[in-house]
């Protein structure tokens, strides 16, 4: 039998000695069946081990977990919206408790991915604005030197 025009040659490595096509069907439906089970273990593990560091910015982090959850969906293991905006306040850090304490006060049809991440980035701009003064006072300066 001759496979090797449509084959990868990968998939012809585990195939090659096979005697029927059901046996290299069976052979590669083994084969690949557990590189997906092992797949959809890993992303999981990714995604439950999932930490916003300190060198990424809200942007980022939002764009990290949104990656995982779509390659979960990609190999079938559909991840929701509601899960990605728990996961994301579950791993802001603490500066950010009051913010999530705002959060879950909002209105229920107000509480969607969008605007999370909308809010969120505004409030990183506050945070950032708090931990720098020198920036602000500067454009405060500078707008009064100019009047």
């Not at 069907?25 to 069946?33: G, H």
């Not at 999530?100 to 969607?112: F, G, I, M, N």
Request: hydrophobic share 40%.
């Amino acid at each position: 039998m001759h496979v090797g025009r449509t084959t990868s040659p990968q998939a012809l490595l585990h195939i090659i000695n096979c005697e029927s096509a059901t046996e290299m069907w069976n052979k590669l439906k083994s084969v690949y069946e557990q590189k997906s089970e092992a797949s959809i273990h890993m992303l999981q593990q990714m995604w439950y081990s999932a930490k916003m560091s300190r060198k990424d910015n809200i942007a980022s982090h939002v764009a990290k977990l949104e990656d995982i959850a779509h390659k979960l969906e990609v190999i079938g293991d559909k991840v929701s919206d509601n899960m990605i905006i728990t996961k994301l306040l579950m791993t802001l850090p603490h500066s950010y408790n009051h913010f999530v304490s705002a959060w879950e006060s909002a209105a229920q049809t107000e509480r969607t991915l969008a605007n999370l991440t909308s809010m969120l980035t505004i409030e990183e701009m506050r945070h950032s604005a708090a931990e720098n003064p020198k920036g602000s006072a500067l454009a405060t300066d500078s707008s009064k030197s100019q009047a």
